[in-house]
């Protein structure tokens, strides 16, 4: 009985972690995405949930290497093809939440990681802009079931008249995968988490985060890859 009921758990958990890449376009109450243009924004407050944004500003991702691919897809890869990344964050205050997909197509099949940054002020508090030696960074923390996202902008290039319809970002993209745990999962998003293994803060400060102390991020996390060209009033839906 012992043995059934063990790998009847690790099938659970290898369902639940298969979520990190899905190619469903409803949320898991079945809430459709919009098509009249407006914003897509999960409604609900667990990381993961509702994958299919069709929003946001996406550009190519250049991955640091195939070993880190590999390692944050958890399985290995041979020669991924198309590889992009999807910002699509609303202003909350003087934060920034909403969602991030990184998709690509291996062996003609595609997939998509979905990462989501809380929905309010208080949830998406460190996702913010600030200065760094005089050029403007904004740093986003996202979170799935199996790990983190950071997302690093520490590039603006102002197209026009100052307005945010006609800057361009370039940056980084960093991953912490959480590894196999079966510690229960807190109540709350992994970047309020200051204990055991789904702490996912970078530049910590006490039990929080100043997101402002460097531009990239430390405690674990690696360079997925680098972007450009973004265009910040679509990814940011003109609330810069």
Same mark, same amino acid.
């Given at each position: 009985?012992?043995n059934?009921?063990?790998?009847?758990?690790?099938?659970?958990?290898?369902? =639940?972690?298969?979520?990190?890449?899905? %190619?469903n376009?409803q949320?898991?109450t079945?809430q459709p995405?919009?098509?009249?243009?407006?914003?897509?924004?999960?409604?609900?407050?667990?990381?993961?949930?509702?994958p299919?944004?069709a929003?946001?500003?996406?550009?190519?991702?250049k991955i640091?290497?195939?070993s880190? *691919?590999s390692?944050?897809?958890?399985?290995? *890869?041979?020669?991924?093809?198309?590889?992009q990344?999807n910002?699509?964050v609303?202003?909350?205050?003087?934060?920034?939440?909403? %969602?991030?997909?990184?998709?690509?197509?291996?062996?003609?099949?595609?997939?998509?990681?979905?990462?989501?940054?809380?929905?309010s002020?208080?949830e =998406?508090r460190?996702?913010v802009? +600030?200065?760094?030696?005089g050029k403007?960074?904004?740093?986003?923390?996202?979170?799935?079931?199996?790990?983190?996202?950071?997302?690093?902008?520490?590039?603006?290039?102002?197209?026009g008249?100052?307005?945010?319809?006609?800057?361009?970002?370039?940056?980084?993209?960093?991953?912490?995968? +959480?590894?196999?745990?079966?510690?229960p999962?807190?109540? =709350?998003?992994?970047? +309020?988490?200051?204990?055991g293994?789904?702490?996912c803060?970078?530049w910590?400060?006490?039990?929080?985060?100043?997101?402002?102390?460097?531009?990239?991020?430390?405690?674990?996390?690696?360079k997925?890859?680098? +972007? =450009?060209?973004?265009d910040?009033?679509?990814?940011?839906?003109?609330?810069?």
């Amino acid at each position: 009985m012992g043995n059934k009921l063990l790998l009847i758990t690790l099938a659970a958990l290898a369902v =639940s972690c298969a979520k990190k890449e899905s %190619t469903n376009n409803q949320g898991s109450t079945g809430q459709p995405i919009p098509t009249d243009g407006s914003v897509y924004t999960p409604n609900q407050v667990a990381p993961g949930y509702d994958p299919g944004s069709a929003y946001g500003s996406a550009v190519p991702l250049k991955i640091s290497s195939l070993s880190t *691919m590999s390692e944050y897809t958890g399985r290995p *890869m041979y020669n991924p093809q198309d590889i992009q990344v999807n910002l699509n964050v609303v202003r909350y205050g003087e934060s920034f939440g909403g %969602t991030l997909k990184i998709t690509y197509v291996d062996f003609g099949q595609s997939h998509q990681g979905f990462f989501t940054a809380g929905h309010s002020a208080e949830e =998406s508090r460190y996702n913010v802009w +600030f200065q760094s030696n005089g050029k403007d960074v904004w740093h986003g923390f996202f979170e799935d079931y199996i790990g983190a996202v950071i997302v690093v902008i520490d590039g603006v290039t102002d197209l026009g008249d100052g307005g945010s319809k006609n800057k361009l970002a370039s940056g980084s993209v960093w991953f912490k995968n +959480f590894g196999v745990t079966y510690a229960p999962r807190p109540p =709350s998003w992994c970047w +309020f988490v200051s204990l055991g293994p789904y702490d996912c803060r970078a530049w910590k400060d006490g039990k929080g985060v100043n997101s402002t102390q460097a531009v990239n991020p430390d405690n674990g996390y690696k360079k997925l890859g680098t +972007f =450009s060209d973004m265009d910040l009033g679509v990814a940011f839906n003109g609330g810069l």
